[in-house]
């Protein structure tokens, strides 16, 4: 490994270094998390479609819930099922396979003559949903150098976020001239965008170093790193993280080791909580539970439209910001609105305010200081962290495993919501969703440490250290590429 390592530094003295760095890394950033985009359609676009696909096929409550969810299953097995994949062919090879799925899985959504069809193609296309969301975070935070990694990983949350307001505006200014089946089927389009775009972007340097050796990640570190010094110093800690490497580190047995353990436990964690404490049902279930409220059909769209503009504007935000506030700062500034918010929506619901009045349009307001605080807070670290806090061997089934518990809680609430009104009511359902956001507070704040700023090998040291705690200050500052740079400049001067 050491002939290697010299080798691999040699590569780096004799590289070429590319003008053009810093565009490749933001183009493999923008393009893979367009698939968040295709995420966000996929499922967002049901919020607009299930009052045509209920007219058109005659459904019951219990057949919406099955449709609405049913992409949540295939999500599940997507998620679940990539990482064999993602190990063995690579992270952008997994990309290419799950937006030709979404192709596929679009298309069939569109043409399904009948609910028991619609529902077998929404689970098909789930496993792309599943599959995107374990890879793509992954790919980017392997790409991304850690100044950086924040702003670049929660792309995916913002391309998310242009999804659903995309689903939503199409669903209220297009569902009558178009009808559902067009809405479905548009989002093919950008698959297949991805699909061709991939085969022009960067490996993962990470998986390249396990995978192909040290002198490829190289060539793949300097088609997206602008500093000689920068590449030198990260293949130099790839290289420390790849010959620490054990057998029983790789894969799933891997997550068994006792040293992960704190790691499992912050991101599954937050995994859970991303999506039980009751964002997605705002998104599926908005027009549904308004008019139930007394809502036209229009206006309950329209505030279905507000509530992706509110998600996509915070999480835009969060990008820009999560580098500089943090990960763990940032769910603890915003989490407790969340809990304010939820607690007022259920009052406002409790008193069953009249038509028009002052206090039904205060379900609007509340409606949207939620999505202000969940979308803006634990919804930006949600799927980062799951991209960042697992050491390199176990990597790929880490992530697997993250999305998994995102997908199994996100159908959980999916499932269960229209059924849970039932049983008590649409305040105690916003009373209940208020406790998982507080309970999800007390977890980060005892088991969520700060990862902003460190690389992926230093926050694998921490853990085999024994000393990855909210309370550890255990990651050195990190040098952004800049600064890294104007080192060199003064160092060959």
């Given at each position: 490994m050491k002939?290697?390592?010299?080798?691999?530094?040699?590569?780096?003295?004799?590289?070429?270094?590319?003008?053009?760095?810093?565009?490749?890394l933001w183009a493999a950033a923008f393009v893979s998390a367009i698939c968040g985009g295709l995420y966000g359609y996929d499922t967002g676009i049901i919020s607009g479609a299930l009052l045509l696909i209920t007219k058109d096929f005659h459904l019951t409550a219990g057949q919406e819930e099955m449709v609405t969810s049913a992409i949540l299953v295939g999500a599940v097995l997507g998620a679940m099922g990539i990482s064999w994949l993602s190990e063995k062919f690579g992270r952008r090879v997994s990309v290419m396979v799950?937006?030709?799925?979404?192709?596929?899985?679009?298309?069939?959504?569109?043409?399904?003559?009948?609910?028991t069809t619609l529902v077998v193609a929404r689970v098909f296309l789930g496993l792309a949903v599943g599959g995107a969301t374990q890879v793509v975070p992954t790919y980017i935070s392997e790409l991304a150098p850690a100044a950086k990694r924040g702003n670049l990983v929660t792309l995916f949350n913002v391309a998310i976020g242009v999804g659903i307001f995309l689903a939503n505006l199409v669903g209220f200014t297009m569902r009558d001239a178009w009808g559902w089946r067009p809405m479905v089927m548009i989002a093919a389009g950008p698959a297949a965008f991805v699909f061709i775009c991939m085969f022009f972007l960067p490996k993962s340097p990470r998986w390249t170093a396990e995978n192909e050796g040290l002198t490829s990640a190289v060539e793949q570190l300097g088609r997206v790193r602008s500093s000689r010094k920068a590449?030198?110093?990260?293949?130099?800690?790839?290289?420390?993280?790849?010959?620490?490497?054990?057998?029983?580190?790789?894969?799933?047995?891997?997550?068994?080791?006792?040293?992960v353990r704190p790691a499992l436990v912050a991101a599954l964690g937050i995994a859970f909580f991303t999506q039980a404490g009751g964002l997605e049902m705002m998104i599926y279930y908005t027009p549904t539970f308004l008019s139930d409220a007394g809502f036209g059909q229009s206006s309950a769209l329209l505030t279905s439209l507000g509530v992706a503009m509110v998600y996509?504007?915070?999480?835009?935000?969060?990008?820009?910001?999560?580098?500089?506030?943090g990960r763990r700062r940032l769910v603890l500034i915003m989490g407790p609105g969340s809990v304010l918010s939820l607690l007022g929506l259920g009052l406002v619901f409790a008193l069953h305010p009249d038509k028009g009045s002052v206090g039904s349009w205060m379900i609007v307001v509340f409606l949207l200081l939620f999505m202000v605080f969940n979308s803006g807070g634990i919804q930006v670290v949600g799927w980062l962290l799951g991209a960042e806090l697992f050491p390199l061997p176990m990597r790929a089934a880490a992530t697997s495993v993250h999305a998994g518990v995102l997908w199994g809680a996100d159908l959980l609430v999916t499932a269960t919501a229209l059924t849970l009104v039932q049983l008590i009511s649409l305040g105690g359902t916003m009373w209940l969703y208020a406790g998982v956001n507080l309970a999800s507070v007390v977890f980060v704040y005892f088991f969520v440490p700060e990862t902003a700023g460190a690389t992926l090998e230093e926050i694998e040291s921490a853990l085999r250290r024994g000393d990855f705690t909210p309370t550890a200050q255990n990651h050195r500052r990190i040098l952004t590429e800049d600064e890294v740079a104007r080192q060199d400049g003064a160092e060959m001067a």
């Open positions: 002939t290697e390592k010299k080798h691999a530094l040699d590569a780096v003295k004799n590289l070429e270094m590319s003008p053009n760095a810093n565009r490749v799950v937006t030709a799925v979404f192709v596929v899985g679009a298309v069939a959504c569109g043409q399904a003559p009948d609910v590449i030198q110093r990260e293949i130099t800690e790839i290289h420390e993280s790849v010959v620490g490497m054990e057998d029983d580190e790789r894969g799933w047995k891997g997550l068994m080791l006792p040293w996509l504007v915070m999480t835009l935000l969060g990008c820009l910001f999560v580098d500089r506030i």
